[in-house]
């Protein structure tokens, strides 16, 4: 079955940085787009990235546009989201998604 695991969250300053990992099994990572979603406390889901199957076209939200970049490799079966200049509006749980399925998630956390 489809597999997920995100790690790399933490608590960063505003300003910061931090590199999210997702580690995908279960199925043909590289015959398929992946998506990175967040959902920030008392809030909904919120779309933030897509990436290509084959990673060269990529979409962002606008609230994450010009700061997050998101990247793949399909070697490896994973899919990253660089996050730069973080601001405390992206304080969240930060899940990757593909084939309606979602793993735990990593807490972002962001504060000063």
């Known amino acids: 079955q489809v597999q997920l695991v995100e790690s790399g969250g933490g608590l960063v300053q505003p300003g910061g940085s931090l590199r999210l990992s997702c580690a995908a099994s279960?199925?043909?990572?590289?015959?398929?787009?992946m998506n990175w979603v967040r959902q920030a406390p008392g809030k909904g889901l919120e779309w933030v990235s897509i990436?290509?199957?084959?990673?060269?076209?990529?979409y962002y939200s606008d609230s994450v546009k010009g700061r997050f970049t998101i990247s793949r490799v399909n070697d490896d079966n994973t899919v990253h989201l660089q996050m730069d200049n973080l601001q405390p509006e992206d304080t969240a749980l930060y899940s990757c998604?593909?084939?309606?399925?979602w793993g735990q998630g990593t807490q972002v956390t962001v504060s000063s």
């Open positions: 998604y593909a084939l309606n399925s």
């Open positions: 279960g199925f043909t990572f590289s015959s398929y787009f």
């Open positions: 990436i290509n199957n084959g990673g060269d076209g990529v």
